[in-house]
């Protein structure tokens, strides 16, 4: 079982910076592959950012890229995503998630542990 706690969301003004975290705790036979997803009010969970188990291997959707960076730090059992030049588009619900295995996937049904999610504000 494997446990994910986000933290760092908040209120920030349109064109700032802001990094969200999650942190993980739980046993795991090897890296998984973490990502970020969000929802919007009255939207659908959308996929954001993932990282490969060994952090090699990214993947974005089209409207982050450039702007996002997802990371992590294995010895910390953490994973990152650096936000810039924010948007009132970005403003989202924003859940971490984490496969079973350690190759990346966009799909949300192929995460299985989820956090309980952080409040990201983007005022305009």
């Known amino acids: 079982q494997v446990q994910l706690v986000e933290s760092g969301g908040g209120l920030v003004q349109a064109g700032g910076s802001l990094r969200v975290s999650c942190a993980a705790s739980?046993?795991?036979?090897?890296?998984?592959?973490m990502a970020w997803f969000r929802q919007a009010p009255g939207k659908e969970r959308e996929f954001v950012a993932v990282?490969?188990?060994?952090?090699?291997?990214?993947s974005y959707t089209a409207s982050v890229k450039g702007r996002f960076t997802i990371s992590r730090d294995n010895a910390k059992n953490t994973v990152y995503l650096q936000m810039n030049s924010l948007k009132p588009e970005d403003t989202a619900v924003y859940y971490c998630?984490?496969?079973?295995?350690?190759?990346?996937?966009?799909?949300?049904?192929?995460?299985?542990?989820w956090g309980q999610g952080t409040q990201v504000t983007v005022s305009s």
């Open positions: 990282i490969s188990g060994s952090g090699g291997s990214t």
């Open positions: 739980g046993r795991t036979s090897s890296w998984p592959a």
């Open positions: 998630a984490a496969r079973v295995s350690t190759i990346i996937s966009t799909a949300d049904h192929e995460y299985r542990y």
